[in-house]
């Protein structure tokens, strides 16, 4: 027979999958339809038609757009994740039976439910965790729970979009040392031509069309086994394939 909790389980999951479908799928679309930048009075190049600056504003709102939108999908990547971290936890604690966190006396006393300090407790965990930390986490209680093995090469592809998104935020996408050693000391080195001080990384639409590829068959991949375990019937959905394979 299923706990009361376990019904939460497998709802949680579908919940976070839908959720970051939708989120993804926004994210593509704009991706795929770029702002049109029209002549402003004043704008002009050397023969007077307007077209070279023009051109030059329009490739820079594109950089930046893209940019946007790969930032956007870190975030939506982390936000599922930490949904499904969350999920796993409140009724699997053996997830987080081995973490410490800090938590003062008072914030502890406004909760009387258990599940509410729990809760509580998961946050605190989320909130100090990239997408990295979170997945091998995950990684761990879903070979044993749930006979689901997270591929190594997406665990390897995570590290290097957090890696990335670091860069672009704080070194405007040029590697560093302090990057570059990072880089060699998680063993993803395999996933780069070349890594050399003062290169820039690429945040090119096929570059986060391929991200966005790679990020939902694994995720979808990381759901189903769990909605799978408490449904035998379950059969996923041919649409949710659509569009990584559009």
Do not use: Q
């Not at 959720?19 to 593509?28: G, H, P, V």
């Not at 050399?196 to 945040?203: L, V």
């Amino acid at each position: 027979n299923r706990d009361l909790y376990d019904y939460g389980t497998d709802n949680d999951i579908s919940k976070a999958y839908d959720w970051f479908c939708d989120e993804r799928n926004t994210l593509y679309i704009m991706l795929t339809h770029l702002p049109i930048v029209k002549p402003t009075h004043g704008c002009t190049a050397d023969d007077g038609s307007g077209d070279g600056i023009i051109e030059n504003i329009d490739f820079n709102v594109k950089e930046k757009y893209e940019k946007m939108v790969y930032l956007n999908f870190y975030i939506v990547v982390d936000e599922c994740l930490s949904k499904i971290y969350k999920a796993i936890g409140m009724y699997h604690n053996e997830l987080i039976t081995n973490h410490k966190v800090k938590i003062s006396y008072s914030d502890l006393m406004e909760h009387d439910i258990e599940n509410d300090k729990i809760e509580m407790f998961i946050d605190i965990i989320i909130d100090e965790k990239n997408i990295s930390n979170k997945l091998k986490d995950i990684k761990n209680i879903f070979k044993d729970k749930f006979n689901y093995e997270i591929p190594k090469k997406f665990l390897n592809e995570m590290e290097k979009f957090r890696i990335e998104r670091n860069v672009l935020v704080h070194s405007k996408g040029v590697l560093n040392k302090k990057v570059i050693k990072e880089i060699e000391n998680k063993r993803i080195t395999y996933l780069y031509d070349n890594l050399n001080i003062g290169d820039t990384i690429e945040y090119s639409l096929e570059k986060i069309e391929r991200l966005m590829d790679i990020v939902s068959y694994n995720i979808e991949d990381l759901c189903y086994p769990v909605i799978k375990f408490y449904d035998l019937n379950f059969k996923p959905d041919p649409k949710d394939r659509e569009f990584v394979e559009s």
